[in-house]
């Protein structure tokens, strides 16, 4: 009996696996093939790169990269300074209505960030930050989710460590510094995991507040290369999905084993 | 003749929401001497030590060291250095980072910094371990490198608040040793908390024993072994303990209410000749004595000391005679009594 569910357990697990990747596996198929032999599933059909070609020089593919890894890299340093300091503050100092002041912070996790899209575009508007990568990545750096995982790694560690940096003449930012941030290193990793996927696959928000090649990033400019007006062409834009996918799918399949560990290490599922 | 004290806590009082931490507390403490803080658990003792470390800010109170009031100077101002009972190295450091930890904060310059590390190592017999990370250490490894962290910048004022208990017996008595000779070497001061009163005794110039957020007593060891101020300090220190005995259990100590007695003032007597009575309990071998546990209705902790071996079945009854020249007196409260009734 054990046994059997056993099996059904991994035969579940295998066909969510199949039915998770297939599209990925349609995308492959189709971006190495003609149009007609990609919908027709002619397995005999000879291999090509031509649509690779047809699709690198149909948008402005490098602009767009460099625009996500821009994009992903300011977020990420806002994101650690701000949930850093947060976190700190909620974790190790007191001040009045603190909890309270958590609490409205955790409500935050509570709240889709679609909800807030057009506030957030007035907000970008005044700041004159429309059309710019620090106005896309603005709305995410004070991350609700970051906050509460920084304050979590920072809680745990040991006061002593703390108190032995302070006599040895830390005041308390030398002693974040010093102390928190480092011993913390496994959270910052699997955050930054977190957060550099997310937003490199963002892709609402982007497409309404960039408005030009010069600030737009790959998932907007990829939805505009296979928008209809242009002509559906299902193996240029596979090839093109996939050409935006590659950095991250790589950087996965390389550091699989270290992406598991940080996760399982801080507990993010 | 100095003109004030290395350092003085001044009738300093700490609340935690309202109930007690410590209060009352006023010490003077010598420049160059050790002085330990013991106390069971509870007592308070290493809440002292952290108001003088600045880790906690007194409510009542003054604290001064060399001088200075640092009552309220954060901990990063005092210019003293702390050994945790849990060693509080720092695991993403190596031990020589470790333990330079504090003069890069202090921007030392390097030369002087990697000095400074050389002779901490070699005090501490660490040389060669400087690159090795805590968790690849003994415990009684890490323990050095806690103190030559405490040691290298040369700080005149050490606190160490219980460095021996994570270590096993035999290791603590060699450390014990090392500490010591350690502060006379380097002449500086150290305030030292344990609840061991073996530790303070062996250790100490001056013991400050505490209960419940008070001091009881503060003198050297042997004050506090030959005249305990009070009923506590007698049961506490020494081992065993001081036996206290109702004072009418006693011939000619009718009007005293409570009599201490150490162990060695205890003897042996023949049956019918002693002044007590008792039952034996059990009896404990420790290679070059035994003690032998006494009951008796009007008394606690009697303690009969024999040179080696020597097994008295329990419940067996025997008489024992009390040096008379040496026993303490006690009022109702458990207050010594300063003058011996009989001397």
Known sequence: MSRLSRHLDSFGAILLAIVWISPLLFAFWAAFHSTSDAVNFNLTSSLTLKNFQVAWDGAPWLRYFMNTFLLVTIVLIGQFIITTLAGFAFAQVSFPGKDFIFILVLLQLF???????????????????????????????????????????????????????????????????????????????????????????????????????????????????????????????????????APLLIAFLVFQRQFVQAFLRTGIK | MRAQPFVVLDGIAKRWNGALGVQDISLTIEEGSFVALLGPSGCGKSTTLRLLAGLETPDEGQIIIDGADVTHRPASGRNLSMVFQSYALFPHLSVAENVMFGMKVRRVPKAERLEKLRRAMEITGLLGFEDRKPNELSGGQRQRVALARAIVAGQRLCLMDEPLSNLDAKLRHAVRKDIKNLQKDLGITVVYVTHDQTEAMSMADKVVLMRDGEIQQVGTPEQLYNQPENTFVAEFVGAPPMALIEGHALSGFSDVPTIGVRAENIALAEAGQGDLQCQVSDCEFLGAETFIGLEHPQAQGLTLKVAGLKNIPAGQVIDITLARETLLSFDKEGRKISASPQK
């Open chain 1, 111 to 245: 709240i889709l960030p679609e909800v807030l899209i057009v506030e957030n575009y007035a907000m970008v508007s005044r700041l004159g930050l429309f059309d710019s990568l620090l106005g896309v990545g603005m709305p995410y750096m004070a991350s609700a989710f970051g906050i509460f995982l920084m304050r979590q790694a920072f809680k745990s560690i040991p006061i002593e460590l703390d108190e032995a940096a302070r006599i040895e003449g830390c005041g308390w930012f030398g002693v974040l510094l010093k102390v928190y941030v480092p011993l913390a290193k496994p959270t910052y990793l699997a955050y930054a995991l977190v957060s550099v996927s997310t937003h490199w696959n963002n892709f609402l928000w982007p497409l309404i507040v960039t408005n030009s090649d010069k600030t737009r990033p790959l998932t907007v400019g990829l939805s505009i290369f296979g928008a209809p007006e242009n002509g559906v062409d299902i193996s240029v834009i596979s090839a093109a999905t996939l050409m935006s996918v």
